[in-house]
C-alpha cells in the first residue's frame, strides 16, 4: 500500500513538472489579434511621423527590401533612412492585409498599400500603391516585431501616345 501511494506522489509529481515546463502558446486568433495590434501602432508611427515609437517598434534584425533599391540592414540604417523620410515628407499610408499565416514563433503578411507623400519643401504630393510582403518573429517578451518588410510599388501607368 504504501508503494503505491510513493508511486503516486511521484507520478504527480512528475506529472506537475511536466505541465509547469510546457510551452505556453497563444491561439490562432489571439496571434492574429497580437499582428493587426502592432501592425496598427506601426503604421500610426509612420502617419504620425513619430520616429521614437517607430525605432521602439523596429526589431535589431529588422531588413527592409524597398522597390527599387538596396536592402536597408539592421536598426540603425532604419531609423536612419526613416528619420530622414520624416524631415523631408509627411505621410498617408493604408495597408490592407490580404492574409497573414502564423507558424509558431513566426508570421508572415500579404497584402496592398496606398501611401500619400506630402513634401514638406512644397512639391507636390505623390500617390503611391503597391504590394508587400512582411515577416514578423515571436519576441522573448511574447509580443511580435517585423524582422523582414518587402515591398513593390506599382509602376504609374504608361502615357498615351
Not at 515628407?89 to 498599400?113: H, K, L, M, Q, S
Request: hydrophobic letters at 40%; a positive charge; charged letters at 25%.
Amino acid at each position: 500500500m504504501r508503494i503505491r501511494w510513493i508511486a503516486g506522489v511521484l507520478m504527480a509529481s512528475l506529472v506537475a513538472g511536466c505541465a509547469s515546463t510546457a510551452v505556453h502558446r497563444p491561439s490562432r486568433a489571439a496571434d492574429l489579434a497580437a499582428l493587426a495590434a502592432y501592425n496598427a501602432r506601426y503604421l500610426q508611427s509612420i502617419n504620425d511621423g513619430d520616429i521614437a515609437t517607430l525605432s521602439r517598434l523596429t526589431a535589431d534584425e529588422h531588413i527592409m527590401i524597398p522597390f527599387g533599391g538596396p536592402p536597408v540592414v539592421g536598426k540603425a540604417a532604419n531609423d536612419a533612412g526613416n528619420g530622414r523620410a520624416f524631415e523631408l515628407n509627411r505621410f498617408d499610408e493604408r495597408w490592407y492585409p490580404i492574409e497573414t499565416e502564423v507558424a509558431g514563433d513566426w508570421a508572415w503578411a500579404r497584402g496592398t498599400y496606398t501611401t500619400d507623400v506630402f513634401p514638406k519643401n512644397g512639391d507636390p504630393p505623390r500617390h503611391i500603391k503597391g504590394t508587400y510582403l512582411r515577416i514578423y518573429k515571436r519576441q522573448a517578451d511574447g509580443g511580435w516585431k517585423m524582422i523582414r518588410d518587402m515591398f513593390s510599388n506599382e509602376a504609374p501607368p504608361a502615357k498615351a501616345p
